[in-house]
Structure formats: C-alpha cells, structure tokens
C-alpha cells in the first residue's frame, strides 16, 4: 500500500506551505512554530479561514490559500484559540464548582442516609426506559468511582477505611461534569427546582434587585450543562474551539429568558451562546473576569489579520455586532 501521507521535515512542511501560496518569511519563526507545536496542531487546525473557497462556500481543491495570507496569521488564530480555551477554561471551572457543591448539599439534605446516592428509590420515578437507563448508568458509575478511589490513596479511601462509607461531598470531588449532568437530570423534580432556586437566590444576591426577574428554571440548569459539559470536553482536549458549533439546544429560550434579554440565537450555538449560558451562573465578579478578559483578547488580537477580516473571526464565535452590549 502507498503512503499518501510521507513524512516530511519541518523544512520540508514550510515548502509544501509555500507552494499553496502561503507567505512565509524567510528565518526561524515559522520554522520554531512547527518545532514547538507540530504542523497538524497550527495547520491543520487553523488553515480553514485563509484558504480559497468556491462561490459556494466549498474549499478550493487543490487547496490554495487566499491572496495575502501569511503563516503569522494562522499562528495569530492558534494563539488566539489557545488563549480563548483558557479563559473559558477557568470560567468553566467556577461553575462546576459551584453546582458540584450544590448537587451534594440539597441531594444530602434530602436523603442524609449512608450511600443514598446509591439507592434507586432516591431519583426521578419514571417509566421511560432512556431515564432509568440514565439512572442505573449514574448509579454504576458512582460505585465504580468509589471502588477505584477506594485503591488509591485518596479522601475516598479514608472515609472507606475509616468511616465505611463516602458522603455525596467528597464522592463529587472525583466525578466529571458530564457526571453531574447527568446526576442533575435524573434528579426528582423537587430537588431539581430546589437547586435551580438556589441559583436564581444567589444570583439576585450577587447582581443586585431587578436582576434574573424571571429566576432561573430546571430546564435552564440543564441547557446550561449542555453548554459546559460539551465546550468543557473541547477545552480540556485542546481542540480547535473559537469556531466550535453545536445543536442548538430545544430548551435554549431558558437562557434567554433567566437573563430577561431580547436575542436571536443562531441555527447553530456556538462560543457566545456558551458565554451567554455563563452569564446565568456565573457570580457579578466572576462574569465580569470573563467579559474583560475576552474584550481584551479581542483587542489584543484585532489587528493581526491581513488577509480575512476580524469579523469573520467574530462571527466564527457567533459573535453580534453588539456583542459588548451582551458583556458587563
């Protein structure tokens, strides 16, 4: 079988660049890029927006990039995207937090037996095969944390060792957001409000009176872990993120109306839905970091794009004309 895909040297790679019509200085920065993060990491992840396109909107094959591109641009983006993943990345951390705590606190304080969290009786009462199947899934995966933990030396272990059984506290410490996602929805419904409740209190607190008039529902917190626990995933996999698009959510109106803003949401979500999804859990301070934060990294990269405009960067992330309007 013949290899389509030959290794090439890093010099090699400039050349093959140079010859689809992408500007490429002569002396070393190109050349410590490729070194240092790898062809398929910057090209391959970044070329998209510099290459020709068909009037349909189709990639030009062979591929040639647009007049005026140059390889700065397209570390510029994977710069860009590198900084944009670790501003949110933070941010997404600040609401895993906070709902983990809460998920233990209200689920604890309804059921403050031993190991409840393992009993079936304690979660939604259903009928529907795909919840009960989301039930015992949560369930196993639960135990199995417990059981592997338990291996280690860990606060697992020592609540096994010396208590014989772990809180739903320190349990939640080693489970994935897409865990509590799941954990949320499966709730019964008067836990699910409980929490949902919890929220819209401690945001009116945090933004002052007048705010979030419609308080935050159930089915806004689950739209919400969409968002995260997908963006999340992206974001710690160092995936390609400022253009990433999802499904839009059904429920996404939740967002819309918790935050009491007249917005038209794309057939596609993308980064600024994310942001706006942020926004309705995100305490005045902590929104605040991330709304500066991003303004800056789109002044500070604004003008490094010669060849494509910055607003098709913006759009890309779903971005409106009046984005700030939207940022504290």
């Known amino acids: 079988m013949s290899n389509h895909k030959p290794f ?5 790679q400039i050349g093959l660049l140079r010859s689809r019509g992408l500007g490429i200085p002569k002396g070393g920065p190109a050349l410590r890029a490729l070194e240092h993060h790898g062809y398929y990491a910057i090209i391959n992840g970044y070329k998209w927006s510099f290459l020709q396109r068909t009037s349909t909107g189709n990639v030009v094959r062979p591929e040639h990039f647009l007049r005026d591109a140059k390889f700065s641009e397209i570390k510029a983006l994977y710069d860009f995207d590198r900084e944009l993943r670790s501003i949110l990345f933070e941010a997404l951390l600040r609401y895993e937090s906070t709902l983990s705590a809460t998920l233990a606190y209200r689920f604890s304080e309804k059921n403050p037996a031993e190991h409840s969290y393992l009993a079936i009786d304690n979660y939604r ?6 919840i009960m199947e989301s039930i015992v899934t949560t369930i196993s995966n639960l135990s199995n944390t ?17 208590h014989g059984h772990v809180p739903l506290w320190v349990l939640v410490n080693y489970l994935s957001f897409g865990d509590y996602n799941y954990f949320y929805r499966i709730l019964p419904d008067d836990l699910r409000t409980s929490i949902a409740k919890d929220f819209t209190k401690s945001q009116r607190r945090s933004y002052g009176k007048g705010t979030f008039i419609h308080g935050i529902r159930p089915d806004a917190i689950d739209t919400i872990n969409h968002f995260v626990n997908i963006f999340r995933n992206s974001v710690a996999h160092d995936e390609v993120t400022f ?6 959510p059904s429920k996404i109106g939740e967002i819309k109306q918790s935050l009491n ?13 994310l ?4 926004h309705v859990v995100l305490e ?3 929104f605040k970091r991330l709304s500066n934060r991003i303004n800056e990294l789109l002044d500070e990269y604004h003008s490094d794009f010669i060849s494509i405009q910055f607003n098709s960067i913006l759009n890309d992330m779903n971005f409106p004309q009046n984005y700030k309007d939207y940022l504290l």
């Open 275 to 278: 942001i706006l999804a942020l």
């Open 8 to 12: 090439k040297t890093h010099r090699q």
């Open 284 to 286: 005045k301070k902590d």
């Open 146 to 162: 417990i059981k592997n933990q338990s291996k280690k030396d860990t606060a697992i272990k020592h609540y096994v060792k010396n």
């Open 125 to 130: 009462p259903t009928s529907e095969a795909k």
């Open 261 to 273: 803003i007249d917005y038209s949401f794309a057939t596609k979500s993308g980064i600024f839905e």
């Open 243 to 248: 253009s990433k698009k999802i499904k839009k």
